[in-house]
C-alpha cells in the first residue's frame, strides 16, 4: 500500500549522499548490523549511522563507499549506539538490505532533487 503525498511533503526528507570514512561491526545490536561514520560534507558533516547491512557487505569493503541516507531524521538510539542518519536501502528478494547509491560519484553532501 502506497501513501499520498504531496511535492512540498518530499521536499520535508532531506535525503544526502555521502562517503563512508569508517565501519564497525555492532555485536551489540539485536539484528546483526554495521556502525558506520559517513561524511557528508561540509554542511552537513560526519554523521552517524548503524545499519542492518551484513549479508551483503563486511566493515572493510564499505570503506570510500557513498550511500544515501536521510540526515533529517532524529537520531535514534539503538543499543549503546546513538544513530544519528537514516541509511538508505532496498530489500533484496530474500529481505537482505542493498544500500541505495548513485551510479557515479557525486560531491559529498548533495541532495537528492
Known amino acids: 500500500m502506497t501513501v499520498s503525498c504531496t511535492y ?3 521536499l520535508k526528507v532531506d535525503v544526502r549522499i555521502g562517503t563512508i570514512v569508517d ?8 539484528k546483526p548490523a554495521i556502525k558506520l561514520v559517513i561524511d557528508f560534507g561540509p554542511e552537513v558533516g560526519l554523521k552517524k549511522s548503524s545499519a542492518q547491512i551484513t549479508a551483503h557487505y563486511t566493515p572493510e569493503a564499505l570503506i570510500g563507499r557513498q550511500v544515501m541516507a536521510v540526515v533529517n531524521f532524529p537520531p535514534r538510539q539503538i543499543g549503546p549506539f546513538m544513530s544519528e542518519v537514516l541509511t538508505l536501502g532496498f530489500a ?3 529481505g537482505e538490505i542493498v544500500l541505495a547509491n548513485c551510479d557515479q ?9
Open 23 to 30: 565501519a564497525q561491526p555492532f555485536p551489540e545490536a539485536r
Open 8 to 10: 512540498d511533503d518530499f
Open 92 to 94: 533484496d528478494q530474500a
Open 105 to 113: 560519484v557525486v560531491p559529498n553532501g548533495a541532495r537528492l532533487l
